[in-house]
Structures are given as structure tokens and as C-alpha cells.
């Protein structure tokens, strides 16, 4: 059965500091993506990355970025020069293609960032 | 905007009653999908339909059902409500049903059972 597990239930960080949001999964199939979404304070869940189980490159997109290890089974995400509108709660999810494409989400990592 | 659209936006109701959610998906995406955000149980995924048909159920309760009409937007019914049943209700739509695709979720429809 596939589980994601954020162990880090609230961040708090000063603008400007770095955050790292931790992902590890569960899975037993070979194939499988990785997600994150952003659920800000207006409750919208936003799309921010899909990866893979066969790309373990990590990624880079402004001030974020994705760090992808099969041998931890984690999906790492930081949040580089944090701002306060990066203020939310963050998900991160997997889907299973033995399992068709519904979603299971961890428990959301919640980051307050304060000016 | 992800170009999902969810209606109603809120919805307050009474123990025991029946409510309608509506989803309309992003043009072109055939695939919608229901998920359920409670406190108790978190981001849950309750229900998905393809081109009309079920393809995949989750934790969807025997009083919840939904269906997918033909011009691909899909209703989710709530019937017979308990106060647990209160819970913000994603709707999301992906290109395709296959797991390469990502979904695009709507504002969501937050359900109070009084």
C-alpha cells in the first residue's frame, strides 16, 4: 500500500531563511510519480512539481527546489530566501501506476513564514 | 486559477439532509476526481471518473456517490449527513487517466453539517 509521511507538521522561519520540507514514501511499484502542491491560507491547492520514480534529478525552480532520492525513498523541497507569501500549507503525494492516478496525500507540512 | 471550477463555494446543512456538489474540469482534461480534506483524515481521494465512466474508488462512503455526464463535468451527492461528513471537497481534473498526468485541483466546496 502506498503512504507518504511528512513528519514535520508546522515550520516557522524568519523571511529570507531557507526552509527544507521532508517527504518519504512508501511504495511498492516500480513505477510512481511525486508531487507537491501548496495550499495557501485562501484554501486553493496549487501545483508545484511532478517527478518520476525514474528521474532522480534534482530540480530547480526560482527559489524552489526538489531533492529526489530513491535510496531514502524521499522527496525533499526547499524553499530558498523564504517570503511571507510562501506562508501555507505544503503537501506532497504519490500516485502508483498499478493504482491508476488518484492521489495519497502526507499529512501537509504547515510553514509560517514571518517578515 | 486552474481552470476547475467548483460550485457551490460553501454549503451549510443539516444533519441528515442531501447536497449536490458540482465540478466542471479544465477544457480538454477527461478525467475528474473527488477528494475529501477533513481534520480528522486529512487529503483524502474518494472517487474517479474517466470519459464518463468509474475507473478508480477510494474511501468514498455507500451514502456518497458521483457520476461524470457527458459533456465531462461531474456531481458529487452527499446524502444522508452526519456532522463528520463536514469537510472542504476537491474536485480535480488530469488530460488523461494514466499517472503521468498531473491533476489541477478547484477551490473547493467547504460542506458544514449542522
Not at chain 1, 75 to 94: G, K
Request: aromatic letters at 12%; proline letters at 3%.
Amino acid at each position: 500500500a502506498q503512504k507518504v509521511t511528512q513528519a514535520q507538521t508546522e515550520i516557522s522561519v524568519v523571511e529570507k531563511e531557507d526552509v527544507t520540507l521532508d517527504c518519504v514514501y512508501e511504495t511498492r511499484d516500480t513505477t510512481y510519480y511525486l508531487f507537491w502542491y501548496k495550499q495557501p491560507p485562501s484554501g486553493e491547492l496549487v501545483f508545484l512539481i511532478r517527478r518520476n520514480s525514474f528521474d532522480e534529478q534534482n530540480e530547480i525552480s526560482g527559489r524552489y527546489s526538489w531533492n529526489f532520492q530513491k535510496s531514502t525513498s524521499s522527496f525533499n523541497f526547499t524553499i530558498t530566501a523564504s517570503q511571507v507569501v510562501d506562508s501555507a500549507v505544503y503537501f506532497c503525494a504519490l500516485s502508483e501506476r498499478a493504482a491508476g492516478n488518484k492521489l495519497t496525500f502526507g499529512g501537509g507540512t504547515r510553514v509560517l513564514v514571518k517578515p | 486559477d486552474s481552470g476547475v471550477t467548483q460550485t457551490p463555494k460553501h454549503l451549510i446543512t443539516a444533519t441528515g439532509q442531501r447536497v449536490t456538489l458540482r465540478c466542471s474540469p479544465r477544457s480538454g482534461d477527461l478525467s475528474v476526481y473527488w477528494y475529501q480534506q477533513s481534520l480528522d483524515q486529512g487529503l483524502q481521494f474518494l472517487i474517479q471518473y474517466y470519459n464518463g465512466e468509474e475507473r478508480a474508488k477510494g474511501n468514498i462512503l455507500e451514502r456518497f456517490s458521483a457520476q461524470q455526464f457527458p459533456d465531462l463535468h461531474s456531481e458529487l451527492n452527499l446524502s444522508s449527513l452526519e456532522l463528520g461528513d463536514s469537510a472542504l471537497y476537491f474536485c480535480a481534473s488530469s488530460v488523461d487517466q494514466d499517472t503521468a498526468y498531473e491533476q489541477y485541483f478547484g477551490p473547493g466546496t467547504r460542506l458544514t453539517v449542522t
